[in-house]
Structures are given as C-alpha cells and as structure tokens.
C-alpha cells in the first residue's frame, strides 16, 4: 500500500498477557518511530529505527517494552506482561532519512486496551 | 525546560478570522521543523514544512525565527474544517534523529 500501515487496529487483552502490534511503513523509508498517545495527551516517544544503525530506545518506558525491525522493513513493538496504564493509541511513522526531507507520515494507529 | 513548547489553548475563533499559533524550541542546533495536524481519534498528518525563508501554502503560512527559537503558523479566513489540534514538531539534528512533538495547540473555529 500507499501509506504506513498498523495492525491490529484495535486490541483488548487481559492484564498481564504479552501483545504485539505491527507496523508496515512506506515502501523505501529507512526511519521508522513509535509513539503512544493516551487519551488527551500528546505524542510520547518511544523508539526509533534508522537504517542499520542501533536504535533510539530512550523512550521505552520499562523492560517490558521492546520492538524490533525486520530486514530494515517491517517493524514489532511487542508488551510484556501488561498493565492497565499501557492502554493506549500506538502510532508508527515512517520517513525518508535524509535532513529537511524527513518529513513522517503516520498510520492509523492501534488502540490498546487493557483490562 | 521541555524540548518544545506550545500553548495548547484552545483558541476559539469566528470562521473567516486570522489565528497565529507560536512553538518555542530549546535545542539551537535544531535543523528541521514541521507542522502537523491531529483531528479527533486520528493520527496526526503532515501540515506542511517550515522553511528558513518562511513558506505558504494556501491560507496557511509558516515561519522561522532562528535567533528567538521559534516557529509560527498563521491560518488566514479560518474554515470550520481547521478545527484541530496543531502540533509542532521538531528534528534536533540534520541527519537520523527523531522527531519531537509539542503537545499541541487546540483550534475551534465556529460559525
């Protein structure tokens, strides 16, 4: 497809089980991001993906959290063991790497819903 | 100090009226800038860039002051469909860095 694509769009898991979302971005971007918003909030950085280069994992909030990018394509964000507060929208992005053509398209998000 | 900054309103303003939204940025070495738009339950979407030089596009303008570290969106003969959420976004470095969100600032324009 055209766009950054997520998915699930939506999930409900009990508290405590393991969830994992994924985001498919545009065709020839090699930056990838997660964010989460929680209801009302603003944009909270988790991770971020450039090429091959280690991530930007500064803004996983626990251990619980990890993500990882396939092939420099696909990427997972995976929660273990969740908890209510996790709920939450999960946004990916998806840009070009280089300086002011980094402009980011997002996709439609998951939404997290624990109980 | 928070990495970016904006007033997150709301401004609340008659259609056809001129709003100006301002977004202070700490980190001077800061290369790129955008705005983006979010709508209710959706993901946020690329408004447009910010150029040194300033930009339009539209009824929208964008500018940047370097020595003051802000940047500014001017939305001229506001329509109702401009109701949203604005927000800043800045890239600390020129090269593979991430992109840092202002919370944002709400728009309603009513009738």
């Known amino acids: 497809g055209a766009g950054v694509s997520q998915s699930p769009s939506n999930k409900v898991t009990e508290k405590g089980k393991d969830v994992e979302l994924r985001c498919d971005p545009i065709s020839g971007h090699t930056a990838l991001y997660w964010y989460r918003q929680s209801l009302g909030q603003g944009l909270e950085f988790l991770i971020y993906f450039q090429g091959n280069s280690a991530p930007d994992k500064s803004g996983l909030p626990s251990d619980r959290f990890s993500a990882e990018r396939t092939g420099g394509s696909v990427s997972t964000l995976t929660i273990q063991r969740t908890q209510q507060e996790d709920s939450a929208v999960y946004l990916c992005a998806s840009s070009l790497a280089s300086g002011s053509g980094q402009r980011a398209f997002f996709g439609q998000g998951t939404r997290l819903t624990v109980v | 100090r928070k990495e970016v900054e904006q007033d997150p309103g709301p401004f609340n303003v008659p259609e056809g009226a001129t709003v100006a939204f301002n977004c202070t940025y700490s980190n001077s070495a800061s290369q790129s800038f955008f705005w983006y738009r979010q709508d209710c339950r959706k993901e946020p979407k690329l408004l447009m860039s910010v150029y040194s030089s300033g930009n339009e596009d539209g009824r929208f303008t964008a500018q940047l002051n370097r020595a003051s570290q802000y940047i500014s969106l001017l939305i001229r003969d506001s329509k109702l469909s401009d109701s949203a959420t604005y927000l800043c976004?800045?890239?600390?470095?020129?090269?593979?860095?991430?992109?840092?969100f202002g919370a944002g600032t709400i728009l309603r324009v009513k009738s």
């Open positions: 976004v800045v890239i600390p470095m020129e090269y593979g860095n991430k992109l840092v």
